[in-house]
């Protein structure tokens, strides 16, 4: 079909095209182009026809990729040509060559507006056409008034209004502020019943862009989008021509499900269940087939299902039907669907409870992590990133190491980024961090900014145990050829520093690793240079005694570098030569540096923001916002109530982190982690960091606690430790404006001893508990009572159990009634021994605040033990049977609360563990017994013993024993717990709750817990 | 939404181009020729997404075009993928059988047609047959319009005879 009647363009378009090479191309379009713009100078000539002509070679040189700079005045004049051939093309070039920001389009607002406003119907929907494509910020202020008149007239026919509802959405979604949409809800409801289905998917377009900025008005739109979905997936009067490969119009199936997930939930049981039932029967009933476009199309619809179920937070029966479907979607062959089933698990890891189920398809992601196909590559990247926990984290950051070595240029710095941050936020020990970071380096250098070296520096000065191992590792390093500068720089920065640790080491002598590094300063840059000399500096000061050669050697290396012409440099090389002259002075000045004050990781605090740029209004993505990174801010101790705690790693830094969060609240939050709501999640991984620094803890606990499936048993330590910094730290944090009546953490602290009292209280609400106890199994009630005169609304009780309980809670209702206490009862089932506590997530909403907090149940240990007096016949031939680990603990608590005998028996007793008198002959020690009683071994009796140090009230050696070894740990690290008490540690902050005789012998000589350990 | 539209040719001609986001002239030179180098040079069997800046490029090839979408990072992209199939039928419908000629001597008329799909960057009619009947009912206004025109010119061109 020739271009008919333009023969002029056709020509020139043939010549364009016979055109050799782009030289020749040129020439013919700017021969073009001068011909067009002598026309347009006697425009008088110019017969409508031949405008057009011209307009339409501009347009096709401006796609060829020229630069038209003229001519726009005569496309836009077009637009007021009388008729319709005119206009047209007129209407169209203009919206092809300009954007809404050109100042040409003004002149042509009023015609625009006389057409729209007019009674011609093609010309209404030229003008329509233009403005929803290009209309800017005035066409907004001068038409949206007549647009939004057009859409709802009962006179205009469908094809005028479906383009004028996308004309509004344009109009509204660049300028909300100028377009007035008060009343819109209404008549958003009423062209929802439209029957025209090209209108209603244009209208759907509308609705969303609406209720993404403002859902609230819209409620009424709801039920009608769960009609109108209802009636596609049941193919229910779907005329022929709306069906897609026999699927009815699946556009308007994913328009209308992304506008559903802007709404925060489905609160009408009605609605909500239609809606299941749809999304049920989309998640079941796609099926592979062999037409590409009908399974492209019945895939749109499935992955948009998978999206709502997600936001609307279904049924754990329906989530995991999603992430069955997922997992089958990562391993097909196909690419599309791979990829999307890659990006869509992404998005599932924001939904709680299935990271473990994700978790099992980890070596089928890794495999797309090496797919032919970048794009895939790039989502197998992302996911393993966002799936990374404390327990795969090695794993995970091995296998993005060694793939470092083969990706392509594209992908190193975004892999080599996430690598570090994954190291840094999970390592299992400062080692491995190290280790991988070096790596790092020597594998992509040229991608590691400066902050990954620098953050490792500040990691290895301020942990001491460190600085050997690094220093080594760098020392292996400084003897490869050819590394990479930045490990130049970081190997000599820490063997400046440390390398003096290694003297006695084979090929460590100051000699020796002066010599290695050395020789790397003729293939560095000038930035590096001073990094060398203040090396070699340290070197010299480090060299005792001093080393003649050596010192003569340096020495003539700073004279040589005096008149370098780089000041920096050259100041160093002065400033070095003049003090190493000066002997003793030397050491003082070039001592080691201090340790880095506390700070939080530039790298994540990158990624975080970031993060909160690109995030979006819908629901899964504030999700995603509240998970704060739990960066690990190791670095060094602060200094608590002017005490500086000289202690061995990891053990005590966790401790004194707890107490210093304990003492200094504000400031805990302050330091940008607002993750009161992350800490106090038994699930989430801040926990299991703790837990892992914590690791030389976990060996005097039993072996098989560790193996026993669950992964989060082997974060016990940490979970409590997390839960317990964090009541005190309530909800303050966040937004809200609403202060708890006396101490939360007091409270839950009462009832961990007592069945009944009030678990939290604020101006609004009670929160009260009673709670009965029979064997493993346990029925707590809560009651909810509304202080107020007005109804408490949006009332929600969430419960995040801990895995080794099995809590029921009944109905929560939505509102209370005021002054009224509404009771619901929570069941709970004990299946094994664990110190992990359940969290209520309890938020209502009064007047505009909404209130949401965190409370930590008091169904704990204690509740499930029995207490039980033995007879000595009795005690001592099952104290003997249960002889040493794991079934038996021993260890010596320091730190404790000094307490009188009778008080400490009378704080047994109250945890039900029956102290029995006379037992032991020494009147200084304790002896007490009772059951616990779970689902997993039923009773089980335990034993404990106490022996305090009458001269030191503060340290004691408690010893456990059980048939089980997790209950020996656990029943252990509880009892710690109530003996070292945290609030009341404020005198002795920084003290280690514990350590234990086995692994600690060094300490046994000067450990006043080990010459008691001794005596006895 | 999408917020461009481009045909490119294998040989990376550029076929059409259509910007419901505004992007200066020189800012759409760049994009069409970064994205030509990044969609023509990817293999056959691969998917058919590309992540480019803070978006995502859903692409199809048809014969020796190239039909790429330019859309936000968390639209959904098989939706896309469909579009661009919707508007090949139609434009197929129209030239019967549609092959890169038709689409370079009747650059106008690829115009008219995705102006009958896409509006502000949004899918306004998913009927095929809505669409031909309403690109049928401009072309014979044209027709009409020239007739007229002819005729009229014919009466002049003998009334000055």
């Known amino acids: 079909m020739a271009l008919s009647g333009m023969r002029g363009l056709s020509v020139f378009i043939s010549d364009v095209r016979n055109c050799q090479n782009k030289d020749q191309e040129r020439l013919r379009v700017d021969k073009e182009l001068g011909n067009i713009r002598t026309r347009f100078k006697n425009e008088k000539g110019l017969t409508p026809y031949e405008k057009k002509k011209y307009v339409w070679k501009m347009l096709y040189i401006h796609m060829l990729g020229y630069d038209v700079d003229f001519g726009h005045m005569e496309a836009v004049s077009l637009i007021s040509a009388p008729k319709y051939p005119e206009k047209q093309v007129g209407y169209i070039v203009t919206s092809c060559l300009l954007n809404e920001n050109h100042d040409f389009l003004r002149l042509a607002i009023n015609t625009v507006r006389n057409d729209i406003i007019g009674r011609n119907e093609t010309f209404q929907c030229l003008a329509l056409t233009m403005v929803g494509n290009i209309g800017g910020r005035e066409f907004a202020e001068s038409l949206a008034p007549d647009v939004q008149k057009l859409i709802i007239s009962s006179s205009c026919r469908p094809l005028v209004r479906k383009k004028a509802a996308l004309c509004l959405l344009r109009l509204y979604r660049k300028n909300p502020d100028v377009v007035n949409i008060d009343g819109w809800a209404d008549r958003m409801a009423q062209l929802l019943d439209e029957r025209d289905l090209g209108v209603l998917t244009s209208s759907m377009s509308l609705l969303v862009a609406l209720v993404s900025n403002n859902h609230e008005a819209y409620w009424s739109s709801l039920p009608k989008c769960v009609k109108i979905l209802e009636r596609l997936a049941r193919n229910q009067d779907i005329p022929q021509e709306y069906t897609y490969y026999g699927i009815p119009s699946p556009w308007l199936q994913v328009k209308t499900m992304r506008a559903l997930q802007y709404f925060p939930t489905v609160e009408d049981p009605n609605t909500r269940r239609s809606l299941f039932e749809v999304l049920q029967r989309i998640l079941m009933g796609t099926d592979v087939v062999k037409n590409v476009n009908k399974n492209n199309a019945s895939h749109a619809v499935l992955f948009e299902a998978l999206s709502l179920v997600m936001h609307l937070d279904a049924e754990k029966e329906m989530m995991s039907q999603c992430v069955a479907l997922l997992g089958k979607f990562i391993a097909v062959r196909e690419p599309n669907i791979r990829y999307l089933g890659l990006e869509n698990m992404t998005r599932m890891l924001m939904v709680a409870d299935v990271q473990d189920i994700i978790k099992r398809h980890q070596a089928q992601i890794i495999t797309s992590l090496k797919d032919s196909d970048i794009s895939i590559r790039r989502r197998a990247l992302d996911l393993l990133y966002g799936m990374c926990d404390v327990s795969n984290a090695k794993d995970i950051v091995e296998e993005l190491l060694q793939y470092l070595s083969s990706s392509d240029f594209a992908m190193r710095e975004e892999l080599s980024l996430k690598a570090a941050i994954l190291a840094e936020k999970f390592a299992p020990d400062l080692s491995w961090y190290v280790d991988v970071i070096l790596q790092l380096i020597d594998k992509a250098g040229d991608f590691i900014s400066d902050d990954i070296w620098f953050r490792v520096v500040q990691f290895v000065t301020n942990n001491e145990d460190l600085q050997p191992y690094a220093a080594a590792k760098a020392r292996e390093y400084i003897d490869k050829p050819a590394i990479h500068e930045t490990m130049v720089k970081v190997s000599a920065y820490l063997l400046g520093e440390h390398g003096h640790l290694l003297a006695r080491r084979p090929g460590c002598s100051p000699k020796e690793i002066f010599n290695a590094i050395h020789e790397k300063l003729p293939t560095v840059t000038m930035p590096t240079i001073p990094i060398l000399l203040s090396t070699y500096a340290k070197i010299l000061m480090h060299t005792q005694p001093p080393d003649l050669e050596l010192q003569n050697q340096i020495w003539s290396i700073f004279h040589k570098f005096e008149s370098c012409i780089d000041v920096e440099i050259q100041q160093r090389a002065v400033e070095y030569f003049a003090l190493s002259s000066k002997g003793a002075a030397l050491a003082d000045v070039l001592a080691e540096m201090p340790k880095f ?73 302050s330091n940008g982690e607002n993750g009161t709501v992350t800490e106090v999640d038994p699930q989430l991984p801040s926990a299991d960091l703790l837990s892992d620094l914590l690791g030389p803890l976990a060996i005097e606990g039993p072996p098989d606690a560790v193996q026993s499936g669950q992964s989060s048993l082997s ?52 929160i009260g508990v009673k709670a009965e106890w029979r064997a493993h199994q346990g029925r707590l009630v809560l009651f909810l009572g509304n202080k107020n005169t007005s109804p408490l609304v949006s009332v929600q009780a969430l419960i995040l159990p801990p895995s080794h309980l099995k809590m029921e809670l009944s109905l929560v209702p939505e509102t209370i009634p005021p002054r009224a206490q509404v009771q619901c009862p929570l069941e709970v089932v004990n299946l094994r021994p664990s110190r992990d506590v359940a969290v ?109 140090d009458p001269a030191d009230r503060t340290q004691l050696r408690m010893t456990v024993a059980t048939g089980d070894p997790t209950l020996t740990f656990e029943l252990k690290e509880f009892i710690k717990e109530q003996l070292v008490d945290i609030p009341v540690m404020s005198s002795v902050p920084a003290m280690a709750p514990a350590s234990s005789l086995p692994i600690n012998p060094v300490s046994l000589s000067n450990d006043p817990g080990a010459i008691l350990a001794g005596l006895l | 939404m999408i917020h461009f539209v481009l045909l490119i040719s294998r040989q990376g001609k550029v076929r059409l181009t259509k910007w419901y986001s505004p992007y200066s002239q020189k800012e759409r030179s760049k994009v069409i020729r970064e994205l030509s180098g990044l969609v023509l040079t990817r293999g056959p069997k691969l998917c058919n997404f590309v992540e480019w800046r803070e978006f995502k490029v859903v692409y199809k090839r048809y014969a020796s075009l190239y039909f790429c979408m330019c859309i936000d990072q968390d639209d959904n992209e098989l939706e896309i993928l469909e579009i661009i199939h919707h508007f090949v039928e139609i434009l197929d419908r129209y030239f019967g059988s549609v092959c890169e000629l038709d689409l370079i001597f009747n650059f106008h008329k690829a115009y008219y047609i995705l102006d009958e799909i896409l509006i502000a960057g949004e899918l306004q009619e998913s009927s095929k047959k809505t669409v031909a009947r309403l690109i049928a009912a401009q072309d014979s206004l044209v027709e009409a319009a020239k007739e007229q025109a002819s005729s009229i010119s014919n009466i002049i061109a003998q009334a000055t005879k």
């Open chain 1, 597 to 669: 004050p506390e700070r939080q990781s530039s790298l994540i605090k990158k990624a975080e923001d970031i993060e909160t740029d690109t995030a979006e209004q819908s629901a899964i993505k504030l999700r995603s916002q509240q998970q704060v990174s739990n960066a690990l801010v190791v670095t060094d101790q602060r200094p608590v109530n002017g005490m500086t705690p000289d202690v061995p790693l990891t053990l005590v830094k966790v401790a004194s982190t707890n107490s210093k969060e304990d003492l200094y609240p504000e400031d805990h939050i």
């Open chain 1, 715 to 766: 974060g016990l330590e940490g979970i409590s430790d997390a839960v317990d910094s964090a009541a005190i730290v309530p909800i303050e944090g966040q937004i809200n404006a609403v202060q708890p009546i006396g101490s939360i953490h007091e409270r839950f602290h009462t009832l961990c001893f007592k069945d009944s009292g009030v678990l939290y209280e604020d101006p609004h609400i009670q």
């Open chain 1, 840 to 948: 209520l997530d309890f938020s209502y909403s009064f007047g505009t605040s909404l209130v949401n907090i965190k409370l930590r149940l008091p169904a704990v240990l204690n509740k499930f033990l029995q207490p039980l007096s033995l007879s000595m016949e009795e005690f001592f031939p099952q104290w003997k049977s249960l002889s040493g680990p794991p079934l038996k603990l021993q260890e010596v608590v320091r730190g404790v609360r000094p307490l009188p005998l009778l008080e400490m028996a009378n704080l047994f007793n109250n945890c039900r563990l029956m102290v029995c008198p006379g037992l032991d002959q020494n009147p200084n020690n304790l002896v007490a017994s009772t059951t616990f009683y779970s689902e997993s071994m039923h009773a089980m009796l335990c034993l404990v013993r106490i022996e305090t």
